[in-house]
């Protein structure tokens, strides 16, 4: 059965450094989406990107994120000079069209020193 | 403004019983997801139920929607312990794709 994989699942940095975490969605969905989930707390949309552009971005996806998709089957989420508050579990999913099933990733656990 | 919100924050049940959950939501919204975490791993997709459907099912899960109340039930018949996790709705607006997530209900099942 077809799964979004991501990796890698666990990464350490320290504060300031950048990050690069990347997602490979079911290969025939066209939407993806970025939600991250911090300690103890629910989860939250980060942004969706439909056709090489951004749809929608929320307020905590600010000006040190982007996403980019470089090639036909990757799909990352960047992080330009990290926080200690951006250390979280960060989710990518997929889905065919904007109102159907999403389908996550297992998650990478970014830890920010 | 919180949407999808879970209760009850925690549940625990024997093996065998039948655990509900229910979430409420603020907003008009096009669908309402339920979802399984198992901790700390990832998010599990169950169910999707749509505004203008009332029930769904898919096998020993049942899904209720009320969009009067802006409230759905999830029930889980006969649990297993395997269904120990955390599990929370999600809804997509009417005005976006995003999914908005309630804090989740926590269920045990006791062996």
């Known amino acids: 059965e077809p799964e979004v994989t991501q990796t890698p699942s666990h990464q350490v940095t320290q504060m300031g450094q950048e990050v690069i975490l990347r997602c490979v969605p079911i290969?025939?969905?066209?939407?993806f989406y970025w939600y991250r989930q911090i300690l103890g707390q629910k989860v939250e949309f980060l942004v969706s990107?439909?056709?090489?552009?951004?749809?929608?971005k929320s307020e905590i996806f600010d000006d040190q994120f982007s996403v980019e998709r470089p090639d036909g089957s990757n799909f990352t989420l960047k992080i330009r000079s990290t926080k200690l508050e951006d250390s979280a579990m960060y989710f990518c999913a997929s889905s065919y069209s904007s109102y159907n099933e999403q389908f996550f990733g297992p998650g990478t656990r970014l830890t920010v020193l | 403004s919180q949407q999808g919100e879970e209760d009850p924050q925690a549940l625990s049940i024997q093996e065998g019983e039948n655990a509900t959950m229910n979430c409420s939501y603020k907003?008009?919204?096009?669908?309402l997801q339920w979802y399984r975490q198992n901790s700390g791993r990832g998010l599990v997709h169950l169910i999707l139920?749509?505004?203008n459907e009332r029930e769904k099912h898919s096998g020993r899960l049942r899904v209720t929607l009320d969009t009067s109340k802006k409230s759905s039930s999830l029930l889980i018949t006969a649990s297993r312990a395997a269904d120990t996790a955390s599990y929370f709705c999600a809804t997509v607006p009417d005005s976006n794709y995003q999914l908005i997530w309630g804090a989740g209900t926590k269920l045990i099942i006791k062996p």
């Open positions: 907003t008009s919204i096009n669908n």
């Open positions: 139920i749509r505004s």
């Open positions: 290969s025939n969905h066209l939407y």
């Open positions: 990107f439909y056709n090489n552009e951004i749809s929608e």
